[in-house]
């Protein structure tokens, strides 16, 4: 592979490692960012909510979006599954057990990392 604009004086290797580092941090911050969303929607309406008219909307179940949050909620979805299914796979490299056994430890690590990737000292400094 040529030299597609690597920084002057450094390894191939060591940009690739830090384009890596900083690729799962940035999804790392998408996955957290899109939980949070969805957890504010559910806790922002506990009552159902109205529908366009301003009557109470019935047919919704409590803390379920509206349906102009729908095209939404299946983007945020397929994005974080795409995200968790990434983290899922990279802690296959350090963890045996099959894939459905480790998915909730990937999300932990995802959430963990977007800790990381929050702290305005940045990976790997003194904060």
């Known amino acids: 592979m040529g030299d597609w604009g690597s920084a002057?004086?450094?390894q191939p290797d060591i940009q690739h490692l830090l384009l890596a580092e900083?690729?799962?941090l940035a999804?790392?911050?998408r996955a957290a960012d899109i939980l949070d969303r969805h957890r504010a929607a559910l806790m922002s309406d506990p009552g159902g909510g109205s529908d366009e008219a301003g009557e109470?909307?019935?047919d919704r179940a409590p803390g379920q979006p509206d349906e102009a949050d729908?095209?939404?909620f299946a983007l945020d979805n397929?994005?974080?599954t795409a995200v968790l299914d990434a983290a899922n796979e990279c802690l296959g490299q350090f963890d045996a057990r099959p894939s459905d056994e480790r998915w909730c430890d990937a999300l932990l690590q995802l959430i963990q990392l977007a800790q990381v990737a929050a702290d305005p000292a940045g990976p790997g400094q003194p904060g």
């Open 56 to 58: 109470a909307g019935e």
């Open 22 to 24: 900083i690729l799962g």
């Open 8 to 10: 002057p004086g450094m």
């Open 78 to 80: 397929a994005i974080f």
């Open 70 to 72: 729908d095209a939404q």
């Open 27 to 29: 999804m790392a911050r």
